[in-house]
């Protein structure tokens, strides 16, 4: 995901952050060339020649963060809606009744779920993905709590 940016002491120039998916690391793009961050810090020079400072901040519960220049927030990606935080989120229920398990695999959905709603798939897809991924989970958990009864606890308790 690219999205072009509009810094302030920028103008004029071609600012693009780009997003590298699950593994890669996100990279600042100034008129086409990469920018080298430096533990999460960007130097840049801006149009007037001062050395500027753009730091990254991690946006919690989203896989894009957000750059500080001069103490000022800019979005690297659209905020999610109200709709989307509950279906991003619907996994994580999974911990009141599922415990570690139940957590692991809700939190797993999740992120995934932030992957599918970040990506350029059409909109009722992206729902019907997230649906899908949440029903796995499920699935996954309660085969897992399935068969942790019938063979670890059953040779636990000497039953069998």
């Not at 619907?90 to 999740?110: K, Q, R």
């Not at 993905?129 to 670890?152: E, G, K, R």
Request: hydrophobic content about 45%; aromatic content about 16%; proline content about 4%.
């Amino acid at each position: 995901m690219e999205t072009i940016l509009k810094l302030s002491g920028f103008e004029g120039q071609n600012v693009e952050f780009k997003g590298k998916g699950v593994f890669g690391t996100p990279t600042l793009y100034i008129n086409g060339q990469p920018q080298k961050p430096v533990r999460r810090r960007y130097e840049l020079r801006d149009t007037q020649g001062r050395l500027i400072e753009v730091k990254v901040k991690p946006s919690y519960f989203d896989i894009y963060p957000k750059l500080e220049v001069d103490g000022k927030v800019y979005a690297t990606a659209r905020p999610f809606t109200w709709y989307e935080y509950i279906w991003i989120g619907l996994p994580l229920s999974m911990i009141a009744f599922g415990g570690a398990i139940g957590g692991g695999l809700g939190g797993a959905a999740s992120y995934i779920n932030v992957y599918l709603f970040r990506s350029r798939l059409n909109g009722v897809l992206k729902y019907l993905f997230a649906a899908l991924v949440s029903l796995v989970s499920f699935i996954l958990w309660a085969l897992i709590v399935a068969w942790l009864q019938a063979t670890v606890f059953k040779k636990a308790t000497g039953a069998g």
